[in-house]
């Protein structure tokens, strides 16, 4: 589905899975950018996901990333 003018997100295209709900509140402007990202990896995958599908695999690409975090984790322990 990917052409010349289809853009490389970071997120890749999510496997099937059974959402699971939460409930959280955030600004407008996030509810916006995050509307968005969900009609760009529709249009990236061809595949429709709503924002709460997205989140979670969005947040853990976020967790995985995070040096600092993964050092401070490792601290923990």
Not at 5 to 18: A, G
Not at 44 to 64: C, E, H, R
């Amino acid at each position: 589905m990917a052409d010349a003018n289809t853009p490389k997100l970071k997120l890749l295209k999510l496997p099937d899975t059974k959402p699971t709900k939460r409930t959280i509140t955030i600004a407008p402007e996030l509810d916006i950018e995050l509307k968005a990202y969900a009609q760009v990896y529709e249009k990236t995958y061809g595949d429709k996901q709503d924002v709460n599908t997205l989140i979670p695999s969005m947040l853990a690409g976020f967790l995985a990333s995070d040096a600092g975090f993964k050092k401070a984790k490792r601290e923990l322990a």
